[in-house]
């Protein structure tokens, strides 16, 4: 079966000669359609970069990176930015809502960059925010929910333009545990619905709720396995 | 991303940052408001000069001793007056068709007294029909006539002001009063004429112009009026004028003046004036213009964070670029609106004191001007946000 992600030998290299830091060290991996994977990691890992080259947000130093089987690490800045409209949802730990911007406009946004007109957009984002259940927040302001609340918005913004893979980057990392817990459960609700969610943390107990935990150190994976 | 978004895009961003964007069109709405208020003022004032030429008499050719130049190239004559009371004379025995009236005038500065006052007035030296053909009469008392002219009487009569300033209560009909120490005997009192061009015209003295000749001693006039039959026959009149002048003068000996050539020399550089405060307020526009890039600048960091999610959720450079490019546009171009609404009412208000006028090209160019300023003052920060890293700039705090 094709793999959704196909990382080969990714390497990514800050800096040069004395400044140099090796981020990602000739990474492989492959995740399939409909999984839940958990990257874990201490600080500097390497995590993060991981995420942002497998998320288009960043290119590799070296290595070829497939989405959905498109060679996709030697693309341009304009192609990269259509696969992140199109194809790539993402939740940050600070949610990065749109500040004083309602809850509606806030989800639309990815659909501004992909010519979806106003109309069509509102029905789309409404839809969305039902879904993660904020369908009496519409119209409120990010200042105006809680945190729970601003990562659900972030969820339906992720999730409004159906794309193939969702990265989130320590998604609970600014939550209280019962908060983390309805976006884990969210998390895991999209994941039965059929969709294919990365996530990087570095709880555990957050880990755990995945279906596959991959450990990574000094830019390598050091363990990858299923939960049962 | 079409046109229309990218607006609404910036309309919305606008709206949302609504005091930062009122600072940032500050500077444009000040610069336009100058520039509209400080041509009006300068269009003002070229109606008010027109004004008072109108006043004068459009049917009015003047001859002045020497080559006098009006406009910019101008100096003062550079030959001595060789226009004399003969070549007056031969002037209005060959007057021909289209002149009415030949009028020398001799014109100097004398103290005027009376019992202990004294004051510093124009003395005017005209023919006895200047009255009549410049429409003014006595208030109290009469004017010269011919006779008195021909029989070079001592008999003056005196504007308002000096009247008031010699005379106090007095009357001064029947009384006499010293030009440069002789007596001359106040035969009338010149009605009002207020001010011509800031000059007080009822502060003088006219009497027959063969008695200022006598105390003068003066063989040259200081000028000639002519005045035509009508405005249309002006041309042929002029004609004429140089014919009769240039039998015994050459072309440096004198200029003759029309009324129109006077009011356009006044006009052009009066325009150069008002072009030039606009100049002034066109600074304060530059300064507006770097007023937007900084607060643009601010706001790219400041939203830093804003461009980095757009940039993740599929916004090309290009997009950011054209978001920040439409912002800066559309908030100079709405406070150039505001300037030129601002300098309209400021010119309104000024309108009680000078017929101030806002021209349409005063408008145009405080919309023209506004919005080029945004477009190049917008540039260098849009730039900026559109070339920022996606996770550099979602990092940022």
Redesign the interface.
């Known amino acids: 079966m094709k793999a959704l992600i196909d990382a080969q030998n990714i390497s990514k290299i800050y800096g040069e000669d004395s400044n140099r830091t090796v981020a990602l060290d000739g990474l492989n991996l492959r995740i399939n359609k409909g999984e839940f994977v958990a990257i874990i990691g201490p600080s500097g890992s390497g995590k993060s970069t991981l995420m942002?080259i497998l998320?288009c947000?960043?290119r590799p130093t070296s290595g070829k990176y497939f989405l959905e089987g498109k060679l996709v690490s030697n693309l341009g800045?304009?192609e990269l930015?259509?696969i992140?409209?199109?194809q790539i949802g993402?939740v940050?730990q600070a949610f990065?809502l749109?500040?004083?911007?309602k809850s509606i406009?806030n989800v639309e946004?990815?659909l501004?960059?992909?010519?979806v007109k106003q109309g069509e957009r509102e029905t789309r984002a409404r839809l969305m925010l039902e879904a993660v259940g904020l369908s009496d927040k519409l119209n409120s302001l990010p200042s105006q929910l809680s945190g729970g609340q601003m990562q659900r918005v972030a969820i339906a913004?992720a999730l409004v333009?159906k794309p193939l893979v969702i990265f989130a980057d320590e998604p609970t990392g600014n939550l209280d545990s019962k908060a983390s817990q309805e976006i884990i459960e969210i998390f895991k609700k999209l994941n039965r619905e059929g969709r294919t969610i990365v996530m990087i943390t570095h709880e555990k107990e957050v880990a755990g709720k995945a279906k596959r935990i991959i450990a990574i150190r000094d830019g390598k994976i050091v363990s990858d396995r299923r939960v049962k | 991303m079409d046109i229309l978004e990218t607006i609404k895009l910036a309309l919305e961003a606008i709206k949302i940052n609504k005091l930062r964007s009122i600072l940032t069109a500050l500077g444009i709405i000040i610069g336009v408001a100058s520039i509209v208020l400080l041509i009006s003022i300068g269009t003002g004032l070229s109606n008010y000069v027109s004004g008072e030429f109108a006043k004068l008499g459009a049917n009015s050719i003047f001859v002045l001793p020497g080559r006098v130049q009006v406009g910019p190239q101008g100096g003062p004559p550079r030959s001595i007056n060789k226009i004399t009371f003969d070549i007056a004379e031969r002037l209005d025995r060959e007057k021909g068709p289209y002149i009415t009236e030949i009028s020398p005038l001799i014109q100097l500065s004398v103290t005027a007294g009376y019992k202990g006052q004294s004051k510093v007035t124009t003395l005017a030296g005209t023919k006895s029909t200047y009255f009549a053909s410049s429409g003014i009469m006595a208030a109290e008392g009469r004017v010269y006539s011919d006779r008195d002219d021909t029989a070079s009487r001592k008999v003056v009569v005196i504007g308002k002001t000096l009247a008031a300033d010699l005379f106090k209560n007095d009357t001064p009909v029947g009384k006499t009063i010293l030009l440069s120490k002789k007596p001359f005997s106040v035969i009338g009192v010149l009605a009002p004429q207020g001010n011509a061009g800031g000059v007080d015209i009822d502060n003088q003295v006219l009497m027959p112009l063969s008695t200022a000749r006598k105390l003068t001693g003066a063989n040259q006039v200081n000028s000639i009026l002519v005045r035509t039959v009508s405005t249309k026959e002006m041309a042929l009149a002029k004609a004429q004028v140089e014919k009769v002048l240039k039998r015994t003068l050459t072309e440096d000996d004198f200029t003759i003046l029309t009324q129109e050539q006077l009011l356009s020399s006044i006009l052009s550089i009066l325009s150069v004036l008002t072009m030039a405060l606009g100049g002034i307020a066109a600074i304060s526009l530059v300064v507006g213009g770097v007023g937007i890039s900084n607060i643009m600048l601010v706001s790219v960091t400041e939203r830093t964070r804003e461009i980095g999610l757009r940039k993740a959720v599929g916004a090309r450079p290009r997009d950011i670029l054209g978001q920040f490019l439409v912002e800066a546009v559309i908030l100079s171009v709405f406070g150039g609106v505001i300037g030129i609404t601002i300098g309209f009412l400021g010119s309104l208000a000024l309108s009680n004191f000078l017929k101030t006028a806002v021209p349409l090209w005063a408008v145009l160019l405080g919309i023209g001007f506004s919005s080029t300023v945004g477009i190049i003052f917008g540039v260098a920060p849009a730039i900026r946000a559109s070339r920022l890293e996606p996770i550099v700039a979602l990092k940022h705090e």
Request: glycine share 4%; aromatic share 12%.
């Open positions: 942002h998320g947000l960043d800045e304009n930015a259509r992140r409209n199109e993402f940050f990065n749109l500040p004083r911007t406009k946004l990815p501004i960059y992909s010519k913004r333009n």
